[in-house]
């Protein structure tokens, strides 16, 4: 590389950095794009050209020329197939300006990785095919960038040397496309023809546009003038890690994510509203006075107060929203589909939250048109707009308010996968004359005076497995011994509170909630309380167990093979459900989670009935629930 380039390699302190995005719809040019942009920004090593050439012949698509494609489609099934299947990050720099830019895929199947490249950009550059004008993809790119702030967005026009640089081909596309795109907010739309693999517009002025008289992309990008996310914004810091590294010291670690803070200022903590001082601001290079947005600090206080991961600090004047429900958009991300009402983990910032709901759908959107349609679960790549209910509050800002406190991820409790991603739009509030009566009766003593430890015995199986026979023996067992009980049967709920309720995986989500909410109030009254419910999904009942005290639950998995239960039949289900009559049946055309560990594990091929029942008895006496009398 020559001196000039060098010198644009090396670091500035004084220039700005735009991070910007790379979207649309597959096979629009967005990787040969960037390359090209790489190529003629002249950050591109010898060695690499050599690397690229040879890739070139093997995997590239543009003949005896250069694919530029290739410089950021780096896994060996991308270059394969020719598309882009991770986020690409590339940094590169100029006199004027440096920039981190990713490159997303286009593919419907990948967009979740597009959400994540979006998350943190500034500027969204969107490749449209001159050929094929504005897609589905182009489309829901764009409504993904607009609900994760993206406030700018510049519409490449690629490919216009395959439509011989007609103006009107441009124009219409750039009509289409502001129509579309509207409604969604944007502060400014930029639209420049560019042919990335010749490099037309993409560094400097194209002969073959001269009906076009706006700038090149690359004088774009350094010109456009974008306030820095953080300026103006309240100070907020996450606390990532308590620093404890003698008796002496206590700190707290983490990235300032917005504003700034001075050594002597008071803040708050904003979850439990304890007030301190700043007493030191600790840095790798040493003290220092000040700590603004993107410093990673270590804060020490005047004071002793309690303060963990997770913990939100705030000037007291600029605190944010507390709350444990709030409004979000959320992007679902994954192939199994969000039902509300399922539990699930969250985290906002650095605070993890153990559980959390969607608890309603008020509408996903139609990507397409913008439209807002109903709803009753979100699928892979689905956007809606929902209701979130929290275990316990969480300090928050709305999106709008602050990209960095404002968003949040959803996460399956017993993969670790994440599997969707929120933006929140407002906080709920319960209704102020709504709170906690305090009761001077408990379930302690209630239990006490009926001489038993209240508990929820919860039988789950496949249909004609004979959970309601081994419940109804139990029963009956437990009522000759004097205990007090109450058997809630699945078949019977329906009639009458769950009589709204139909067999979609959300319904029966919702079914499981509600019995355990009727069974967890039976518990506070000091019942022993019996449950017959085919509850098919591990992350249902495992939210029961997570409903009542340590304890308290008792899973008991009646295990018959389908063959034998279909053999029974007793309601002539599994006939209608293989005729499709029935729909949504476990066993047949809906799944059955199995218990992994079930507290009572009841083998009934060979086992008559009241042996079972004698295996729950026994469960019930080993662990203190009754006495033998």
């Avoid at 790379?22 to 060695?47: F, N, P, Q």
């Avoid at 803070?261 to 007493?279: L, N």
Wanted: aromatic share 6%; glycine share 8%; hydrophobic share 40%.
């Amino acid at each position: 590389m020559d001196a000039d380039a060098l010198r644009g390699l090396a670091p500035s302190d004084s220039k700005d950095q735009l991070r910007l995005i790379s979207c649309g719809s597959v096979d629009d040019g967005k990787s040969t794009l960037i390359g090209r942009l790489l190529h003629d920004s002249r950050m591109i090593y010898e060695d690499q050209l050599q690397t690229l050439a040879r890739e070139s012949v093997k995997h590239g698509t543009t003949g005896d020329d250069l694919d530029f494609a290739l410089l950021v489609d780096g896994l060996e099934a991308e270059r394969e197939q020719g598309i882009t299947i991770d986020v690409a990050y590339r940094f590169f720099t100029t006199p004027r300006r440096s920039f981190v830019v990713a490159d997303t895929p286009g593919h419907e199947q990948y967009t979740r990785n597009m959400a994540t490249g979006a998350s943190n950009a500034q500027l969204a550059v969107m490749l449209i095919d001159a050929r094929k004008g504005v897609l589905v993809q182009t489309k829901r790119h764009s409504l993904i960038c607009s609900l994760l702030g993206i406030r700018h967005v510049v519409v490449a026009i690629n490919k216009v040397d395959l439509v011989d640089y007609r103006k009107e081909v441009f124009d219409r596309i750039v009509g289409d496309y502001v129509a579309f795109a509207s409604s969604l907010g944007f502060t400014s739309i930029v639209a420049i023809p560019i042919a990335a693999r010749y490099g037309d517009n993409v560094t400097s002025q194209s002969s073959n546009t001269d009906w076009y008289h706006g700038p090149c992309l690359l004088d774009y990008l350094e010109s456009v003038d974008l306030e820095s996310e953080t300026a103006g914004l309240p100070f907020r810091f996450a606390v990532q890690w308590v620093n404890r590294p003698n008796l002496d010291f206590r700190g707290y670690a983490g990235t300032v994510a917005s504003g700034s803070i001075a050594v002597g200022e008071e803040i708050i903590v904003a979850a439990s509203g304890r007030h301190s001082r700043i007493k030191q601001i600790v840095t790798y290079d040493g003290e220092a006075g000040r700590a603004e947005a993107g410093d990673a600090v270590t804060i020490t206080l005047v004071d002793e107060i309690d303060i963990g991961r997770g913990d939100i600090l705030a000037k007291p004047t600029e605190r944010p929203e507390v709350a444990d429900q709030f409004s979000a958009h959320v992007i679902w991300m994954d192939q199994e589909a969000m039902v509300p009402g399922r539990s699930y983990a969250l985290r906002i910032g650095t605070q993890s939250i153990a559980s959390g709901s969607i608890t309603a759908i008020k509408y996903k959107i139609d990507v397409n048109t913008g439209a807002r349609l109903a709803a009753r679960t979100l699928s892979l790549n689905e956007i809606g707009f929902c209701n979130v209910a929290l275990a316990n509050a969480a300090a928050f800002d709305t999106y709008e308010a602050n990209r960095r406190t404002g968003c949040f991820i959803v996460i399956d409790r017993y993969t670790n996968r994440t599997v969707g991603a929120g933006m929140i739009v407002f906080p709920l509030r319960r209704a102020a004359n709504i709170a906690w009566q305090p009761l001077s009766v408990g379930k302690t003593e209630r239990a006490a005076l009926k001489h038993q430890r209240p508990c929820i015995v919860w039988f789950t199986g496949l249909s004609g497995a004979g959970k309601s026979t081994i419940a109804n023996l139990v029963d009956q067992r437990l009522f000759a011994m004097s205990h007090h009980t109450m058997l809630l049967d699945g078949d019977n709920l329906r009639h009458g509170l769950n009589r709204d309720l139909g067999f979609t995986e959300a319904d029966r989500v919702e079914n499981i909630r509600r019995a355990g909410e009727v069974a967890k109030i039976m518990l506070d009254s000091g019942l022993i309380v019996i449950c017959s419910f085919i509850s098919p999904y591990k992350a249902e009942r495992d939210m029961l167990r997570d409903l009542v005290g340590k304890g308290e639950f008792i899973e008991v998995f009646v295990d018959t093979p389908i063959d034998e239960c279909v053999r029974r039949d007793p309601k002539g289900l599994y006939t209608k459900a293989r005729s499709g009559t029935i729909k949504n049946f476990t066993g047949i055309d809906a799944p059955y989670e199995a218990p992994s560990a079930p507290d009572v594990h009841l083998k009934t091929l060979g086992q008559q009935p009241e042996q079972s029942a004698d295996m729950v008895l026994n469960c019930l006496v080993t662990r203190g629930i009754i006495a033998l009398r």
